[in-house]
């Protein structure tokens, strides 16, 4: 099993709601990776998790709170988000952070949300 | 910061041509680069890698040459076909702490038949 599964695949939400957006990997992977990305943009970095702790967070607003339950599974919670914040919400591990002979990503299908 | 970049956004070619794609990188400290293509409403998909120890690795179909002099990175296509039509990402990763890919800005592969 290869696969990075994000749920869902699509959202609308109004800028007062509160979402989560939902990633699981069944890999034994041990690095979760939240990326963002516009229409056509590269993605971008957010958020890192390496063993299921918050390793990199790129100046990311606090409107966006990401979790890691356990090595299987990330979560991204939504509050409060403005309509520039629409976008593709890309989830991907990676064998392990600093693992020198496997740094790939293995990337979801991404969340399309779009904040009204 | 963004530190991998395109020269081109789009290239179109014919059905069974050869097909590259060039990047160019601005961090010296990258030690690892990756290219990955993503087709419409679908996540990033790997491709090939390479480590900065190399200059060239060929996958199925595929090459990536890695010229650190001039900090230039390509992905070659042979024989391209109407599925390798998506935008191709090159992303590179800083040998220091604390840091995870970063994408360049993409190209876009349109093949006719």
């Known amino acids: 099993d290869t696969e990075v599964t994000q749920t869902p695949k699509h959202l609308v939400m109004g800028m007062t709601n509160k979402k989560s957006l939902k990633c699981e990997q069944h890999?034994?992977?041990?690095?979760m990776y939240w990326y963002k990305q516009k229409a056509k943009k590269p993605p971008e970095l957010m958020f890192v998790y390496s063993y299921e702790k918050l390793s990199i967070n790129e100046s990311v607003p606090s409107r966006f709170s990401p979790e890691c339950p356990n090595s299987s599974l990330l979560n991204l919670h939504l509050h409060a988000l403005q309509p520039e914040d629409s976008a593709l919400y890309l989830c991907?591990?990676?064998?392990?952070?600093?693992?020198?002979?496997?740094?790939?990503?293995?990337f979801g299908s991404g969340t399309q949300l779009s904040v009204l | 910061g963004e530190s991998v970049g395109l020269h081109l956004p789009t290239l179109s070619v014919q059905e069974g041509d050869n097909s590259i794609i060039n990047c160019a990188y601005s961090?010296?400290?990258?030690?690892?680069f990756i290219w990955y293509k993503q087709e419409s409403g679908k996540g990033p998909q790997f491709i090939i890698d390479i480590r900065s120890n190399m200059d060239k690795r060929q996958g199925q179909r595929v090459t990536v040459l890695l010229n650190k002099t001039v900090k230039h990175l390509s992905l070659q296509i042979a024989a391209t076909q109407p599925g390798d039509s998506a935008v191709y990402f090159c992303?590179?990763?800083?040998?220091?702490?604390?840091?995870?890919?970063?994408f360049g800005k993409g190209t876009t592969l349109s093949v006719s038949s």
């Open positions: 991907a591990s990676s064998q392990g952070p600093g693992d020198t002979t496997n740094e790939k990503l293995f």
């Open positions: 890999m034994g992977h041990r690095a």
């Open positions: 961090n010296s400290a990258s030690d690892y």
């Open positions: 992303a590179d990763r800083p040998n220091q702490a604390g840091t995870a890919l970063i």
